[in-house]
């Protein structure tokens, strides 16, 4: 591991030594510094090497959601839920990550579980039961746990957001229930948005720093990521200035519009 798999656990150390407000990174939220920081301490405690248990907590967070996935679709088909878990079991494009101190890893296993968890709403849903509000209490915990773990999980507040719309058309559930659960579900953000007040004096719950466009720019500027491992800070290089106009445009998702055929 390099670069941003060390920086991570740099910070958790920051955090262990003068607590999560001294993470100041705004680029990053707080979820997975502090979750790494937690690990650490214990492995501190029980004398064992951290990225061993890192390792450890981070596969078995996985395998956790594949069970709980699994569970809730054998009420479909027991043999549709095997051969699921057996195919994300020899996941090759998430696996690795469980060994890697990088947010992609415990981001994918709370995103198997949320889905699982929306699943269950709809067979819920459809078999005219009352829907408890913990439903939607634990749907809107694991959806800003994720998103402060991983910006990019707010893509699931889409997929998230209909099947709650569906819930509230069809009545399944009081709208006044969903208020609470969603209200106290939503603790993770709540505690980004301190962070952010106090370190930045800007009320939002995603990183501070414009990562998306700083994303954008690197996408329009660089045919492909690479990382220098020869010591120093990570560099990018197999730039597109040979092929593409990049110097005095405005680089940002227009830039795509503007220039199709680029």
Not at 50 to 64: G, M, P, T, V, W
Not at 101 to 118: E, P, R
Not at 175 to 181: E, K, Y
Not at 190 to 202: A, E, P
Request: glycine share 6%; charged share 10%; proline share 5%.
């Amino acid at each position: 591991p390099c670069c941003d798999a060390d920086q991570y656990l740099k910070l958790a150390r920051i955090s262990n030594a003068k607590g999560i407000i001294a993470v100041q990174v705004p680029s990053l939220t707080f979820a997975y510094p502090w979750i790494l920081s937690l690990i650490i301490e214990f492995s501190n405690i029980i004398n064992l090497p951290e990225k061993f248990l890192i390792f450890l907590a981070q596969i078995s967070a996985y395998y956790l959601a594949l069970v709980i996935v699994s569970n809730i679709i054998k009420d479909y088909s027991r043999k549709l839920a095997t051969a699921i878990y057996l195919a994300l079991c020899v996941n090759i494009f998430a696996i690795p990550y469980t060994g890697i101190t990088l947010t992609d890893s415990l981001y994918t296993s709370l995103a198997i579980v949320l889905f699982g968890g929306m699943m269950k709403i709809e067979h819920l849903q459809k078999s005219e039961k009352v829907l408890p509000s913990k439903w939607i209490f634990w749907g809107t915990f694991l959806l800003s746990l994720s998103i402060t773990i991983r910006p990019a999980a707010i893509w699931l507040f889409a997929p998230a957001f209909f099947c709650l719309a569906k819930l509230i058309w069809m009545r399944s559930i009081a709208i006044s229930n969903v208020l609470l659960a969603v209200i106290l579900g939503a603790a993770p953000l709540y505690i980004q948005i301190m962070l952010n007040v106090t370190n930045y004096r800007i009320i939002r719950f995603l990183p501070v720093a414009d990562l998306g466009g700083m994303q954008i720019i690197w996408g329009i500027k660089y045919i492909k990521y690479a990382t220098w491992l020869g010591g120093g800070d990570p560099q990018m290089f197999y730039t597109s200035g040979s092929l593409i106009k990049t110097h005095g445009e405005l680089l940002n998702i227009w830039w795509y519009f503007n220039n199709p055929i680029d």
